[in-house]
């Protein structure tokens, strides 16, 4: 079967770096997203990673290495605001967007 | 307006009644789709419509029944549920489905209650 998996919580402090992780087992790969989900509100698109290394936007980093099956969503600067859920999703051979459960990230100050 | 906006943001139901969710998108988008979304699971995706075709149905039960009368608004008819179908209903919208790179466009969900 298909899966993907990451942590269910995490907390960080603010100001500091957390790292989020995304590891997948999918028939094919056509890219991986990070989404960002406030409580009560709309997933918001952050990041689309389709070849291997590191994509970079402003706080926010997104690395992928498409042999481990891995990815992780790197938040620097940790700002209150960056409480949210974090969801990864793949895209596989068949275009249909494989979703994990979610990262809750709590930024104590 | 801009974006993607679902009506109701909230929905009591009891098992015998008959509602529907409404959302339209505002971005050019080809492509719509239902997810279901519980806590601590992944989204589930339930419908997907391409240029107002439906391309995709999930094995969804028949209490639920989309309908897309033309590429910004999609609609989802709820009849006989169950209170295991209590969920966040999302709404969301691509430029094109079955590509790679075209990220997902969400509506803020309808939170339901099947009572």
């Known amino acids: 079967g298909q899966n993907i998996d990451q942590p269910t919580e995490m907390t960080a402090t603010e100001g500091a770096i957390v790292q989020i992780n995304c590891t997948y087992q999918t028939s094919g790969f056509n890219g991986l997203f990070w989404y960002q989900q406030h409580a009560g509100e709309a997933p918001t698109f952050l990041s689309y990673n389709v070849l291997d290394g590191l994509e970079e936007k402003g706080r926010f980093s997104s690395f992928l290495s498409r042999s481990k099956g891995y990815s992780y969503l790197l938040l620097k600067e940790l700002q209150m605001k960056d409480s949210a859920s974090y969801l990864c999703?793949?895209?596989?051979?068949?275009?249909?967007?494989?979703w994990g459960a979610g990262t809750k990230l709590i930024i104590k100050p | 307006e801009t974006g993607v906006t679902q009506t109701p943001r909230h929905l009591v139901m009891g098992m015998t009644n008959k509602k529907s969710l409404k959302c339209e998108q505002h971005l050019g988008h080809n492509a719509m789709y239902w997810y279901k979304q519980s806590a601590k699971k992944p989204l589930e995706l339930m419908f997907v419509y391409s240029l107002e075709e439906r391309v995709e149905n999930n094995s969804v039960p028949s209490r639920f029944s989309p309908e897309c009368p033309n590429s910004s608004h999609l609609f989802l008819h709820l009849h006989t549920l169950q209170p295991e179908d209590s969920a966040l209903y999302l709404c969301?919208?691509?430029?094109?489905?079955?590509?790679?790179?075209?990220?997902?466009?969400f509506g803020n969900g309808t939170r339901l209650t099947v009572t």
């Open positions: 969301a919208s691509s430029q094109a489905s079955g590509t790679g790179g075209s990220p997902l466009h």
């Open positions: 999703a793949v895209t596989d051979s068949n275009y249909q967007l494989i």
